[in-house]
Protein backbone atom coordinates (compact mmCIF):
# COMPACT_ATOMS: atom_id res chain seq x y z
CA UNK A 1 0.00 0.00 0.00
CA UNK A 2 2.78 2.31 0.47
CA UNK A 3 4.33 1.78 -2.73
CA UNK A 4 0.89 2.34 -4.19
CA UNK A 5 0.49 5.85 -2.43
CA UNK A 6 4.21 6.68 -3.78
CA UNK A 7 3.25 5.36 -7.09
CA UNK A 8 -0.10 7.94 -6.79
CA UNK A 9 2.05 11.09 -5.58
CA UNK A 10 4.81 10.04 -8.22
CA UNK A 11 2.00 10.29 -10.74
CA UNK A 12 0.19 13.59 -9.34
CA UNK A 13 3.62 15.28 -9.61
CA UNK A 14 4.44 14.46 -13.24
CA UNK A 15 0.93 15.34 -14.53
CA UNK A 16 1.40 18.23 -12.80
CA UNK A 17 -1.22 18.14 -10.37
CA UNK A 18 -1.62 19.50 -6.98
CA UNK A 19 -4.39 18.10 -4.74
CA UNK A 20 -5.47 21.39 -3.66
CA UNK A 21 -6.74 22.06 -7.47
CA UNK A 22 -9.28 19.49 -7.22
CA UNK A 23 -11.14 20.82 -4.20
CA UNK A 24 -11.24 24.70 -6.00
CA UNK A 25 -15.15 25.21 -6.26
CA UNK A 26 -16.69 27.75 -8.34
CA UNK A 27 -20.33 28.93 -8.18
CA UNK A 28 -22.83 27.42 -9.08
CA UNK A 29 -24.21 29.62 -11.85
CA UNK A 30 -21.07 30.24 -13.77
CA UNK A 31 -20.75 26.63 -14.87
CA UNK A 32 -23.35 25.91 -17.43
CA UNK A 33 -21.02 25.96 -20.19
CA UNK A 34 -21.96 28.81 -22.32
CA UNK A 35 -25.39 27.92 -22.12
CA UNK A 36 -26.82 30.39 -19.30
CA UNK A 37 -27.42 33.08 -21.85
CA UNK A 38 -28.39 31.51 -24.91
CA UNK A 39 -30.14 28.72 -26.10
CA UNK A 40 -28.75 25.43 -26.60
CA UNK A 41 -28.92 23.94 -30.10
CA UNK A 42 -29.18 20.07 -29.60
CA UNK A 43 -28.77 17.80 -33.27
CA UNK A 44 -31.55 15.26 -33.27
CA UNK A 45 -31.61 11.70 -35.13
CA UNK A 46 -33.54 13.69 -38.08
CA UNK A 47 -31.08 16.83 -38.93
CA UNK A 48 -33.60 18.91 -36.84
CA UNK A 49 -32.06 21.28 -34.39
CA UNK A 50 -33.71 21.14 -31.13
CA UNK A 51 -33.75 24.54 -28.87
CA UNK A 52 -32.60 23.49 -25.31
CA UNK A 53 -33.46 26.34 -22.53
CA UNK A 54 -31.30 26.67 -19.35
CA UNK A 55 -30.39 23.73 -17.01
CA UNK A 56 -32.93 23.49 -14.07
CA UNK A 57 -32.31 25.37 -10.96
CA UNK A 58 -30.29 22.83 -8.57
CA UNK A 59 -28.25 21.29 -11.85
CA UNK A 60 -24.67 19.89 -10.81
CA UNK A 61 -21.82 20.68 -13.42
CA UNK A 62 -21.29 17.70 -15.20
CA UNK A 63 -20.08 17.54 -18.35
CA UNK A 64 -22.39 18.47 -21.40
CA UNK A 65 -24.32 14.66 -21.30
CA UNK A 66 -26.44 13.12 -23.48
CA UNK A 67 -26.94 9.89 -21.51
CA UNK A 68 -30.63 9.25 -20.84
CA UNK A 69 -30.96 5.95 -19.60
CA UNK A 70 -30.21 4.74 -16.45
CA UNK A 71 -30.09 1.31 -14.21
CA UNK A 72 -31.40 -1.85 -15.21
CA UNK A 73 -33.67 -1.43 -12.64
CA UNK A 74 -31.43 -1.03 -9.79
CA UNK A 75 -31.96 2.42 -7.83
CA UNK A 76 -27.81 3.83 -8.20
CA UNK A 77 -26.63 5.09 -4.74
CA UNK A 78 -25.04 7.86 -6.38
CA UNK A 79 -26.11 10.54 -4.38
CA UNK A 80 -24.29 11.13 -0.93
CA UNK A 81 -24.17 13.69 2.62
CA UNK A 82 -21.40 13.93 4.89
CA UNK A 83 -22.21 17.18 6.74
CA UNK A 84 -21.70 19.62 4.19
CA UNK A 85 -20.03 17.75 1.55
CA UNK A 86 -22.19 16.57 -1.51
CA UNK A 87 -20.84 13.75 -3.71
CA UNK A 88 -23.88 13.23 -6.50
CA UNK A 89 -22.83 10.73 -9.69
CA UNK A 90 -23.55 10.39 -13.07
CA UNK A 91 -22.89 8.37 -16.34
CA UNK A 92 -22.27 10.72 -19.61
CA UNK A 93 -22.19 10.28 -23.25
CA UNK A 94 -21.66 13.10 -26.09
CA UNK A 95 -24.47 13.71 -28.70
CA UNK A 96 -22.85 11.71 -30.64
CA UNK A 97 -22.21 8.56 -29.24
CA UNK A 98 -25.52 8.32 -27.15
CA UNK A 99 -26.79 5.43 -28.83
CA UNK A 100 -23.02 3.51 -28.11
CA UNK A 101 -23.69 1.89 -24.33
CA UNK A 102 -20.03 1.58 -24.12
CA UNK A 103 -18.90 5.39 -24.98
CA UNK A 104 -20.87 6.14 -21.58
CA UNK A 105 -18.47 7.30 -18.55
CA UNK A 106 -18.87 7.31 -14.74
CA UNK A 107 -18.44 10.66 -12.93
CA UNK A 108 -18.97 12.34 -9.83
CA UNK A 109 -19.39 15.79 -8.39
CA UNK A 110 -18.18 17.19 -4.97
CA UNK A 111 -19.52 20.53 -2.97
CA UNK A 112 -18.06 21.35 0.41
CA UNK A 113 -21.09 23.46 1.09
CA UNK A 114 -24.00 22.05 0.71
CA UNK A 115 -24.58 22.03 -3.01
CA UNK A 116 -24.04 26.10 -3.46
CA UNK A 117 -20.45 25.64 -5.56
CA UNK A 118 -19.13 22.32 -6.93
CA UNK A 119 -15.36 21.40 -7.99
CA UNK A 120 -14.08 23.12 -11.11
CA UNK A 121 -14.14 19.79 -13.47
CA UNK A 122 -16.22 16.76 -12.83
CA UNK A 123 -14.51 13.75 -11.59
CA UNK A 124 -13.71 10.81 -14.11
CA UNK A 125 -12.84 7.64 -12.13
CA UNK A 126 -11.84 5.51 -15.12
CA UNK A 127 -10.71 6.86 -18.30
CA UNK A 128 -9.42 4.10 -20.28
CA UNK A 129 -12.17 1.90 -21.06
CA UNK A 130 -16.36 2.39 -20.54
CA UNK A 131 -17.87 2.17 -17.60
CA UNK A 132 -21.81 2.73 -16.68
CA UNK A 133 -24.38 2.86 -13.90
CA UNK A 134 -22.29 4.91 -11.33
CA UNK A 135 -23.71 3.45 -7.59
CA UNK A 136 -20.56 4.14 -5.14
CA UNK A 137 -20.27 4.18 -1.31
CA UNK A 138 -17.80 6.91 0.44
CA UNK A 139 -14.82 5.65 2.89
CA UNK A 140 -11.55 5.90 4.03
CA UNK A 141 -8.47 3.61 3.05
CA UNK A 142 -5.15 4.08 4.57
CA UNK A 143 -6.84 6.95 6.68
CA UNK A 144 -7.73 8.94 3.34
CA UNK A 145 -10.96 9.47 2.13
CA UNK A 146 -11.70 7.77 -0.92
CA UNK A 147 -14.51 6.34 -2.95
CA UNK A 148 -15.20 3.26 -4.16
CA UNK A 149 -17.59 2.25 -7.20
CA UNK A 150 -19.47 -0.77 -8.68
CA UNK A 151 -21.32 -1.28 -11.92
CA UNK A 152 -20.55 -2.14 -15.23
CA UNK A 153 -17.44 -1.81 -17.35
CA UNK A 154 -17.63 -2.47 -20.81
CA UNK A 155 -14.80 -5.56 -20.94
CA UNK A 156 -15.71 -8.71 -22.94
CA UNK A 157 -18.85 -9.98 -21.91
CA UNK A 158 -19.97 -6.14 -20.03
CA UNK A 159 -18.67 -7.47 -16.75
CA UNK A 160 -19.16 -5.94 -13.41
CA UNK A 161 -16.70 -4.08 -12.21
CA UNK A 162 -15.38 -2.54 -8.71
CA UNK A 163 -13.39 0.95 -8.89
CA UNK A 164 -11.35 1.59 -6.06
CA UNK A 165 -9.79 5.60 -6.34
CA UNK A 166 -6.44 5.68 -4.58
CA UNK A 167 -7.21 9.41 -3.21
CA UNK A 168 -9.92 11.37 -3.09
CA UNK A 169 -11.31 13.19 -5.23
CA UNK A 170 -8.54 12.82 -8.29
CA UNK A 171 -10.07 10.34 -10.00
CA UNK A 172 -7.25 8.24 -9.73
CA UNK A 173 -8.05 4.81 -9.50
CA UNK A 174 -8.02 0.61 -10.54
CA UNK A 175 -10.71 -1.18 -11.89
CA UNK A 176 -11.02 -4.69 -10.80
CA UNK A 177 -12.97 -7.11 -12.77
CA UNK A 178 -15.94 -9.89 -11.24
CA UNK A 179 -13.84 -13.08 -11.58
CA UNK A 180 -16.31 -14.34 -13.24
CA UNK A 181 -17.87 -13.80 -16.81
CA UNK A 182 -21.12 -11.74 -15.50
CA UNK A 183 -23.57 -8.56 -15.87
CA UNK A 184 -23.43 -5.23 -13.81
CA UNK A 185 -22.38 -5.58 -9.90
CA UNK A 186 -23.81 -3.76 -7.59
CA UNK A 187 -22.56 -4.08 -4.06
CA UNK A 188 -22.58 -2.11 -0.98
CA UNK A 189 -20.83 -1.34 2.28
CA UNK A 190 -20.04 -4.72 3.86
CA UNK A 191 -17.66 -3.39 6.92
CA UNK A 192 -14.31 -3.10 6.94
CA UNK A 193 -13.00 -2.84 3.83
CA UNK A 194 -15.48 -4.89 2.03
CA UNK A 195 -18.56 -4.21 -0.07
CA UNK A 196 -20.98 -6.85 -1.04
CA UNK A 197 -23.49 -7.61 -3.61
CA UNK A 198 -24.48 -10.14 -6.33
CA UNK A 199 -24.62 -10.10 -10.26
CA UNK A 200 -25.86 -12.41 -12.96
CA UNK A 201 -23.98 -14.45 -14.69
CA UNK A 202 -25.41 -15.93 -17.88
CA UNK A 203 -28.21 -17.69 -16.43
CA UNK A 204 -27.65 -17.66 -12.59
CA UNK A 205 -27.58 -14.86 -10.32
CA UNK A 206 -24.19 -15.39 -7.76
CA UNK A 207 -22.98 -13.18 -4.71
CA UNK A 208 -19.48 -11.88 -4.46
CA UNK A 209 -17.70 -9.85 -1.48
CA UNK A 210 -14.49 -7.34 -2.97
CA UNK A 211 -11.71 -6.33 -0.29
CA UNK A 212 -10.61 -2.54 -1.54
CA UNK A 213 -7.55 -3.05 0.83
CA UNK A 214 -6.48 -6.12 -0.63
CA UNK A 215 -8.16 -5.67 -4.09
CA UNK A 216 -9.51 -8.81 -4.12
CA UNK A 217 -12.98 -11.08 -4.76
CA UNK A 218 -14.19 -13.77 -2.14
CA UNK A 219 -15.13 -16.96 -3.37
CA UNK A 220 -18.89 -16.66 -4.97
CA UNK A 221 -21.81 -17.94 -3.81
CA UNK A 222 -23.96 -19.57 -6.35
CA UNK A 223 -28.09 -18.77 -5.47
CA UNK A 224 -30.05 -19.24 -8.26
CA UNK A 225 -29.88 -21.32 -11.40
CA UNK A 226 -32.28 -22.28 -14.21
CA UNK A 227 -35.26 -22.43 -14.72
CA UNK A 228 -36.77 -22.41 -11.17
CA UNK A 229 -34.38 -19.69 -9.49
CA UNK A 230 -33.83 -17.55 -12.27
CA UNK A 231 -34.82 -17.12 -16.20
CA UNK A 232 -32.77 -15.56 -18.48
CA UNK A 233 -32.69 -11.63 -18.19
CA UNK A 234 -32.40 -11.70 -14.45
CA UNK A 235 -32.29 -7.84 -12.43
CA UNK A 236 -30.33 -8.39 -9.39
CA UNK A 237 -30.15 -6.09 -6.40
CA UNK A 238 -28.55 -6.22 -2.67
CA UNK A 239 -28.64 -4.67 -0.06
CA UNK A 240 -26.65 -5.08 3.17
CA UNK A 241 -26.41 -4.36 7.01
CA UNK A 242 -22.53 -4.05 7.68
CA UNK A 243 -23.68 -3.93 12.01
CA UNK A 244 -25.84 -6.78 11.93
CA UNK A 245 -23.63 -9.36 9.66
CA UNK A 246 -26.62 -9.44 6.64
CA UNK A 247 -26.79 -9.67 3.12
CA UNK A 248 -29.42 -10.25 1.24
CA UNK A 249 -29.72 -10.61 -2.51
CA UNK A 250 -32.48 -10.29 -4.71
CA UNK A 251 -33.37 -10.58 -8.34
CA UNK A 252 -36.25 -10.64 -10.64
CA UNK A 253 -37.38 -13.91 -12.03
CA UNK A 254 -38.70 -12.88 -16.01
CA UNK A 255 -41.93 -14.96 -16.99
CA UNK A 256 -40.82 -17.76 -19.28
CA UNK A 257 -39.79 -20.35 -16.87
CA UNK A 258 -40.92 -22.78 -14.47
CA UNK A 259 -41.08 -20.39 -11.81
CA UNK A 260 -43.39 -17.67 -12.45
CA UNK A 261 -42.51 -13.70 -12.89
CA UNK A 262 -42.03 -12.73 -9.44
CA UNK A 263 -39.18 -10.97 -7.17
CA UNK A 264 -37.43 -13.28 -4.83
CA UNK A 265 -34.63 -13.21 -2.23
CA UNK A 266 -32.34 -15.09 -0.10
CA UNK A 267 -30.92 -13.28 3.19
CA UNK A 268 -27.51 -14.31 4.81
CA UNK A 269 -26.81 -13.83 8.82
CA UNK A 270 -23.24 -15.14 8.76
CA UNK A 271 -22.12 -12.18 6.54
CA UNK A 272 -22.10 -13.91 3.32
CA UNK A 273 -20.41 -16.83 3.65
CA UNK A 274 -24.19 -18.77 3.78
CA UNK A 275 -27.97 -17.84 2.18
CA UNK A 276 -30.85 -19.21 3.58
CA UNK A 277 -33.81 -20.15 1.46
CA UNK A 278 -35.18 -18.24 -1.07
CA UNK A 279 -38.21 -16.19 -0.42
CA UNK A 280 -41.10 -14.45 -2.01
CA UNK A 281 -40.95 -10.74 -2.16
CA UNK A 282 -43.97 -10.62 -4.65
CA UNK A 283 -45.31 -13.24 -7.61
CA UNK A 284 -47.41 -12.66 -10.46
CA UNK A 285 -51.04 -12.48 -9.88
CA UNK A 286 -50.86 -10.83 -6.67
CA UNK A 287 -54.16 -8.53 -5.81
CA UNK A 288 -53.56 -5.23 -4.77
CA UNK A 289 -56.63 -2.58 -4.65
CA UNK A 290 -58.38 -5.27 -6.19
CA UNK A 291 -55.93 -5.11 -9.25
CA UNK A 292 -54.11 -8.23 -10.14
CA UNK A 293 -50.30 -6.64 -10.97
CA UNK A 294 -47.29 -8.79 -11.83
CA UNK A 295 -43.72 -7.24 -10.27
CA UNK A 296 -41.25 -5.79 -12.63
CA UNK A 297 -37.91 -4.98 -12.16
CA UNK A 298 -37.55 -1.27 -10.98
CA UNK A 299 -36.82 -1.73 -7.41
CA UNK A 300 -35.13 0.01 -4.57
CA UNK A 301 -33.93 -2.99 -1.40
CA UNK A 302 -32.39 -1.42 1.57
CA UNK A 303 -31.98 -2.30 5.55
CA UNK A 304 -33.22 -0.13 8.00
CA UNK A 305 -29.54 1.13 9.12
CA UNK A 306 -28.46 -0.34 11.60
CA UNK A 307 -31.30 -2.80 11.79
CA UNK A 308 -31.95 -6.53 10.75
CA UNK A 309 -35.46 -5.11 8.95
CA UNK A 310 -35.21 -5.90 5.49
CA UNK A 311 -37.07 -4.01 2.98
CA UNK A 312 -38.08 -2.88 -0.91
CA UNK A 313 -40.23 -0.67 -2.81
CA UNK A 314 -41.04 -2.08 -6.40
CA UNK A 315 -43.01 -1.11 -9.03
CA UNK A 316 -45.54 -3.42 -11.00
CA UNK A 317 -47.75 -4.07 -14.43
CA UNK A 318 -51.01 -5.49 -14.85
CA UNK A 319 -51.47 -8.91 -15.06
CA UNK A 320 -54.43 -10.52 -17.56
CA UNK A 321 -54.97 -13.10 -19.48
CA UNK A 322 -51.99 -15.22 -18.18
CA UNK A 323 -49.28 -12.46 -19.06
CA UNK A 324 -48.16 -9.37 -17.52
CA UNK A 325 -49.95 -6.25 -19.40
CA UNK A 326 -48.31 -2.71 -19.96
CA UNK A 327 -51.74 -1.46 -21.27
CA UNK A 328 -54.03 -1.16 -18.10
CA UNK A 329 -53.70 1.52 -15.75
CA UNK A 330 -55.04 -0.37 -12.85
CA UNK A 331 -51.51 -2.42 -12.65
CA UNK A 332 -49.07 0.80 -12.74
CA UNK A 333 -48.67 0.81 -9.37
CA UNK A 334 -46.04 1.33 -6.35
CA UNK A 335 -45.59 -1.32 -3.48
CA UNK A 336 -43.49 -1.72 -0.65
CA UNK A 337 -42.65 -4.61 1.09
CA UNK A 338 -41.01 -5.76 4.07
CA UNK A 339 -40.85 -9.51 6.01
CA UNK A 340 -42.33 -8.28 9.05
CA UNK A 341 -45.20 -5.34 7.70
CA UNK A 342 -48.53 -6.48 7.28
CA UNK A 343 -47.52 -10.14 7.01
CA UNK A 344 -44.40 -9.95 4.15
CA UNK A 345 -47.50 -8.98 2.03
CA UNK A 346 -46.60 -6.01 -0.08
CA UNK A 347 -47.97 -2.75 0.51
CA UNK A 348 -49.36 -0.04 -1.38
CA UNK A 349 -47.75 3.36 -1.93
CA UNK A 350 -49.09 4.50 -5.24
CA UNK A 351 -51.33 4.03 -8.19
CA UNK A 352 -54.79 4.58 -9.89
CA UNK A 353 -56.16 5.43 -6.21
CA UNK A 354 -53.48 8.51 -5.97
CA UNK A 355 -51.31 9.68 -8.92
CA UNK A 356 -53.19 12.44 -10.63
CA UNK A 357 -53.35 10.57 -14.60
CA UNK A 358 -53.89 7.20 -13.12
CA UNK A 359 -56.44 8.10 -10.75
CA UNK A 360 -59.01 10.38 -13.49
CA UNK A 361 -57.82 9.30 -16.28
CA UNK A 362 -59.95 5.96 -17.56
CA UNK A 363 -59.59 6.87 -21.40
CA UNK A 364 -55.80 5.63 -20.18
CA UNK A 365 -54.21 4.75 -23.37
CA UNK A 366 -55.58 7.62 -25.08
CA UNK A 367 -53.03 9.44 -23.38
CA UNK A 368 -49.98 7.65 -22.11
CA UNK A 369 -48.85 6.98 -25.64
CA UNK A 370 -45.09 5.46 -24.64
CA UNK A 371 -42.77 5.12 -21.26
CA UNK A 372 -38.79 5.49 -21.77
CA UNK A 373 -37.73 1.81 -21.62
CA UNK A 374 -37.64 -0.09 -18.44
CA UNK A 375 -39.88 2.23 -16.91
CA UNK A 376 -43.72 2.26 -15.94
CA UNK A 377 -46.16 4.47 -15.27
CA UNK A 378 -45.18 4.38 -11.55
CA UNK A 379 -41.52 3.64 -11.49
CA UNK A 380 -37.69 3.48 -10.02
CA UNK A 381 -38.75 3.98 -6.49
CA UNK A 382 -35.67 4.83 -4.18
CA UNK A 383 -35.41 4.14 -0.15
CA UNK A 384 -34.20 5.95 2.55
CA UNK A 385 -34.79 6.62 6.08
CA UNK A 386 -34.21 10.13 8.31
CA UNK A 387 -31.37 9.98 10.44
CA UNK A 388 -33.25 9.36 13.63
CA UNK A 389 -34.56 6.24 11.81
CA UNK A 390 -38.11 7.59 12.61
CA UNK A 391 -39.55 8.11 9.36
CA UNK A 392 -38.93 6.53 5.79
CA UNK A 393 -39.08 8.07 2.75
CA UNK A 394 -39.65 6.84 -0.63
CA UNK A 395 -39.18 9.24 -4.06
CA UNK A 396 -40.13 8.01 -7.63
CA UNK A 397 -41.57 9.15 -10.78
CA UNK A 398 -44.74 9.15 -12.23
CA UNK A 399 -46.40 10.07 -15.48
CA UNK A 400 -47.81 13.40 -16.49
CA UNK A 401 -51.00 13.68 -18.03
CA UNK A 402 -49.37 16.09 -20.83
CA UNK A 403 -47.41 14.30 -23.90
CA UNK A 404 -45.05 16.08 -25.80
CA UNK A 405 -46.34 17.46 -29.50
CA UNK A 406 -43.33 16.08 -31.66
CA UNK A 407 -43.51 16.17 -35.75
CA UNK A 408 -45.32 13.63 -37.56
CA UNK A 409 -43.58 10.58 -37.44
CA UNK A 410 -41.74 10.50 -33.91
CA UNK A 411 -43.45 8.98 -31.46
CA UNK A 412 -44.88 10.60 -28.15
CA UNK A 413 -43.75 10.08 -25.17
CA UNK A 414 -45.18 11.04 -21.36
CA UNK A 415 -42.66 13.67 -19.61
CA UNK A 416 -42.59 12.60 -16.00
CA UNK A 417 -42.79 14.34 -12.65
CA UNK A 418 -40.97 13.32 -9.75
CA UNK A 419 -43.05 12.28 -6.38
CA UNK A 420 -42.64 11.77 -2.43
CA UNK A 421 -44.40 9.84 0.32
CA UNK A 422 -43.12 8.84 3.49
CA UNK A 423 -44.01 6.09 6.18
CA UNK A 424 -43.87 7.12 10.21
CA UNK A 425 -44.35 2.65 11.02
CA UNK A 426 -41.41 1.85 8.62
CA UNK A 427 -43.87 1.39 5.75
CA UNK A 428 -47.23 0.02 6.92
CA UNK A 429 -49.20 2.97 6.03
CA UNK A 430 -47.57 5.59 3.63
CA UNK A 431 -48.46 9.41 3.25
CA UNK A 432 -48.73 11.30 -0.27
CA UNK A 433 -48.35 11.60 -2.94
CA UNK A 434 -46.34 15.05 -2.60
CA UNK A 435 -44.98 16.78 -5.51
CA UNK A 436 -41.19 17.16 -5.76
CA UNK A 437 -41.50 18.64 -9.04
CA UNK A 438 -44.45 19.83 -11.33
CA UNK A 439 -43.15 20.75 -14.34
CA UNK A 440 -45.05 20.11 -17.52
CA UNK A 441 -42.56 21.13 -19.94
CA UNK A 442 -39.58 18.62 -18.35
CA UNK A 443 -39.06 15.19 -18.15
CA UNK A 444 -37.85 14.26 -14.65
CA UNK A 445 -37.13 10.64 -13.82
CA UNK A 446 -34.19 8.44 -12.14
CA UNK A 447 -35.00 10.11 -8.71
CA UNK A 448 -32.46 8.68 -5.89
CA UNK A 449 -32.23 9.76 -1.87
CA UNK A 450 -28.94 10.35 -0.22
CA UNK A 451 -28.80 7.05 2.61
CA UNK A 452 -27.63 9.56 5.08
CA UNK A 453 -28.47 13.19 6.38
CA UNK A 454 -31.56 13.55 6.08
CA UNK A 455 -32.52 15.44 9.41
CA UNK A 456 -35.96 16.82 10.60
CA UNK A 457 -38.00 18.00 7.63
CA UNK A 458 -34.74 17.85 4.94
CA UNK A 459 -34.30 15.36 2.97
CA UNK A 460 -31.79 15.25 -0.27
CA UNK A 461 -32.81 13.94 -3.43
CA UNK A 462 -30.95 13.85 -6.80
CA UNK A 463 -32.57 13.19 -10.25
CA UNK A 464 -32.45 13.47 -13.74
CA UNK A 465 -33.67 16.42 -15.96
CA UNK A 466 -34.36 16.69 -19.27
CA UNK A 467 -36.40 18.74 -22.74
CA UNK A 468 -37.08 15.44 -24.19
CA UNK A 469 -38.96 12.12 -22.83
CA UNK A 470 -38.20 8.67 -24.25
CA UNK A 471 -35.01 7.32 -24.94
CA UNK A 472 -32.47 8.40 -27.64
CA UNK A 473 -29.76 5.54 -26.16
CA UNK A 474 -32.07 3.17 -27.66
CA UNK A 475 -33.48 4.90 -30.52
CA UNK A 476 -37.03 4.97 -29.94
CA UNK A 477 -37.79 7.69 -32.24
CA UNK A 478 -37.36 10.24 -28.99
CA UNK A 479 -35.14 13.22 -29.51
CA UNK A 480 -31.37 13.44 -28.60
CA UNK A 481 -31.25 16.44 -25.52
CA UNK A 482 -29.51 17.63 -23.39
CA UNK A 483 -29.72 15.53 -19.78
CA UNK A 484 -28.96 16.93 -16.03
CA UNK A 485 -28.61 15.80 -13.14
CA UNK A 486 -30.40 17.92 -10.35
CA UNK A 487 -29.70 18.26 -6.62
CA UNK A 488 -32.35 19.56 -4.38
CA UNK A 489 -32.14 19.64 -0.39
CA UNK A 490 -35.82 19.60 0.50
CA UNK A 491 -38.51 20.84 3.05
CA UNK A 492 -41.11 18.22 2.83
CA UNK A 493 -43.04 20.58 4.98
CA UNK A 494 -43.21 22.85 1.67
CA UNK A 495 -44.21 20.22 -0.37
CA UNK A 496 -47.24 20.52 -2.12
CA UNK A 497 -49.77 17.54 -1.69
CA UNK A 498 -50.83 16.08 -5.16
CA UNK A 499 -54.71 16.97 -5.89
CA UNK A 500 -54.73 18.77 -2.55
CA UNK A 501 -55.33 22.92 -2.55
CA UNK A 502 -55.03 24.86 0.28
CA UNK A 503 -57.98 27.51 0.35
CA UNK A 504 -56.64 30.49 1.21
CA UNK A 505 -57.98 31.45 4.75
CA UNK A 506 -56.19 34.31 7.42
CA UNK A 507 -57.38 32.32 10.72
CA UNK A 508 -56.91 28.94 11.61
CA UNK A 509 -60.10 26.98 11.92
CA UNK A 510 -61.56 26.43 15.00
CA UNK A 511 -62.84 22.69 14.46
CA UNK A 512 -62.41 19.99 12.06
CA UNK A 513 -64.92 20.48 9.54
CA UNK A 514 -65.93 17.82 6.77
CA UNK A 515 -68.24 19.86 3.91
CA UNK A 516 -70.76 18.77 1.41
CA UNK A 517 -69.08 18.54 -2.13
CA UNK A 518 -69.96 20.94 -4.76
CA UNK A 519 -71.56 20.56 -7.12
CA UNK A 520 -74.15 17.52 -5.72
CA UNK A 521 -75.28 15.53 -7.95
CA UNK A 522 -72.25 15.71 -9.56
CA UNK A 523 -70.82 14.48 -13.53
CA UNK A 524 -67.69 13.31 -13.71
CA UNK A 525 -66.01 15.38 -11.03
CA UNK A 526 -66.61 17.44 -7.87
CA UNK A 527 -65.05 19.19 -5.26
CA UNK A 528 -64.79 18.22 -1.20
CA UNK A 529 -63.49 21.25 1.25
CA UNK A 530 -62.37 20.51 5.21
CA UNK A 531 -61.28 21.96 7.71
CA UNK A 532 -58.13 20.69 9.83
CA UNK A 533 -58.13 22.75 13.26
CA UNK A 534 -54.91 20.82 14.47
CA UNK A 535 -51.79 19.38 12.76
CA UNK A 536 -51.76 15.44 12.86
CA UNK A 537 -52.43 12.73 10.52
CA UNK A 538 -55.70 13.12 8.15
CA UNK A 539 -57.61 10.45 5.79
CA UNK A 540 -60.22 11.14 3.82
CA UNK A 541 -61.88 8.03 1.36
CA UNK A 542 -64.05 7.38 -0.66
CA UNK A 543 -66.38 4.49 -0.30
CA UNK A 544 -69.11 2.76 -2.83
CA UNK A 545 -72.99 1.92 -1.94
CA UNK A 546 -71.71 -1.23 -0.39
CA UNK A 547 -68.92 -0.11 1.52
CA UNK A 548 -66.02 -1.20 -1.08
CA UNK A 549 -63.11 1.68 -0.58
CA UNK A 550 -63.02 3.37 -4.31
CA UNK A 551 -59.99 5.57 -3.49
CA UNK A 552 -58.08 7.62 -1.05
CA UNK A 553 -58.13 11.43 -1.53
CA UNK A 554 -56.16 12.33 1.28
CA UNK A 555 -53.68 10.38 3.50
CA UNK A 556 -51.32 12.42 5.15
CA UNK A 557 -49.88 14.78 8.16
CA UNK A 558 -51.36 18.36 7.37
CA UNK A 559 -50.99 21.48 9.12
CA UNK A 560 -54.35 23.67 10.28
CA UNK A 561 -55.67 24.95 7.40
CA UNK A 562 -58.69 25.11 4.71
CA UNK A 563 -58.27 22.66 1.84
CA UNK A 564 -60.30 21.33 -1.37
CA UNK A 565 -59.51 18.46 -3.25
CA UNK A 566 -60.97 17.26 -6.24
CA UNK A 567 -62.60 13.44 -6.73
CA UNK A 568 -63.30 12.44 -10.51
CA UNK A 569 -65.80 9.88 -11.02
CA UNK A 570 -65.03 8.99 -14.48
CA UNK A 571 -65.09 5.29 -14.94
CA UNK A 572 -67.46 4.72 -11.72
CA UNK A 573 -71.02 3.93 -12.45
CA UNK A 574 -74.17 6.18 -11.30
CA UNK A 575 -75.10 5.74 -7.71
CA UNK A 576 -74.66 6.96 -4.01
CA UNK A 577 -71.37 7.17 -2.66
CA UNK A 578 -69.57 7.67 0.89
CA UNK A 579 -66.82 9.97 1.43
CA UNK A 580 -65.31 9.56 4.82
CA UNK A 581 -62.62 12.06 6.89
CA UNK A 582 -60.88 10.80 10.08
CA UNK A 583 -58.10 13.49 11.81
CA UNK A 584 -57.26 13.28 15.83
CA UNK A 585 -60.56 11.46 16.74
CA UNK A 586 -62.89 13.35 14.43
CA UNK A 587 -64.83 11.51 12.24
CA UNK A 588 -67.57 12.07 9.70
CA UNK A 589 -69.45 10.75 6.69
CA UNK A 590 -71.05 12.34 3.83
CA UNK A 591 -73.16 11.01 0.83
CA UNK A 592 -72.71 12.53 -2.80
CA UNK A 593 -74.31 11.43 -5.97
CA UNK A 594 -72.54 10.73 -9.29
CA UNK A 595 -75.25 11.25 -12.08
CA UNK A 596 -74.46 10.15 -15.68
Same mark, same amino acid.
Given at each position: MKKLISLLVIFLLLCG?????????????AVKEGISDIDYRVPTNTGLMMVESDPPAGTIPFLLNFHDYVTNGNNLKNLWILGDTVIAGMDNADSVNVATSSARKMYYQVSYNGGLNWLTDPVLPVASTGTAYTNFIPTFLSGQRTIVLSGREFAPGSRGTSIVELAFPTGVCQSYLNPAPGRDYFAYDGGGTMIKGGYQCGDTVKYASFDYNTNSYGTPVLLAVPNDDVYQNARVFAATSPTQNRVAIAWWIASGGTAPQSLVYKESVD????????????? *??????????? +?? !???????? +? #??? =???????????? #??????????????? !?????? @?? #??????? &??????? /??? &????? @? @? /????? *???TAVSHPSLAYSSDGSRLYCVYSATQRDTSNFPAGWANFNFNDIYLSYSNDNGATWSGPYFVTNTPQDDEIYPTISPTGNVGNYIHVSYHSSKYPGSAQFSDLSYTGRTYRVYKKLDI??????????????????? !?? /?? =??FPNPFNPETRIQFNIAKAGFVSLKVYDAVGREVTTLVNMDMR???????? &??????? #??? !???????GYVETKKMMLVK
Open positions: ISYSQYQKAIPHSGGSTFGAKSNICV *VGYIVNSDSVA +PW !FGMDLIYK +P #GTT =QLMAAFNTLGFS #GGAPNYGTRKGYKLL !FWSPTI @NG #GNPVLIA &DRSNVPL /LMT &DTAFN @N @N /LLDIQ *VGMTTLPPVGIREIGVTTVPAS !FT /LK =QNPGAYEVMF &DGRGLAS #GMY !FYTMRAN
